[in-house]
């Protein structure tokens, strides 16, 4: 099995940051994209960024500029760098990776419980 645990969410005024970060553990072989997911209240779960084992990266719009990811793939961790945070960045952040376990039957999507960031105006 495989577990992804988030870390790093918290309260922060409005123009502040916060680091989030998400250790993946198990039966992993590799990972491929590891991507951050936010979901605000009352709306639908939607990406964040994403970035491959080989570092390359997409920002959705609303985070350009402002939020920065990156992984460990020795340690099978992903952060993201949270800068200039807004009121309407408030959510909770999922983490997600595409793991191809020891099982070796293909990359398959895991979830981590969610953490959840709350900005104030």
């Known amino acids: 099995q495989v577990q992804l645990v988030e870390s790093g969410g918290g309260f922060v005024q409005a123009g502040g940051s916060l680091r989030l970060s998400c250790a993946a553990s198990?039966?992993?072989?590799?990972?491929?994209?590891m991507r951050w997911y936010r979901q605000a209240p009352g709306k639908q779960r939607e990406l964040v960024a994403q970035?491959?084992?080989?570092?390359?990266?997409i920002y959705e719009d609303y985070v350009k500029g402002r939020f920065t990811i990156s992984r460990d793939n020795a340690k099978n961790t992903v952060n993201l760098q949270m800068n200039s945070l807004k009121p309407e960045d408030t959510a909770v952040y999922y983490c997600h990776a595409d793991v191809v376990t020891t099982m070796g039957i293909g990359a398959r999507g895991y979830w981590g419980q969610g953490t959840q960031v709350t900005v104030s105006s």
């Open positions: 970035i491959t084992s080989g570092g390359s990266t």
């Open positions: 198990g039966t992993i072989s590799s990972i491929n994209v």
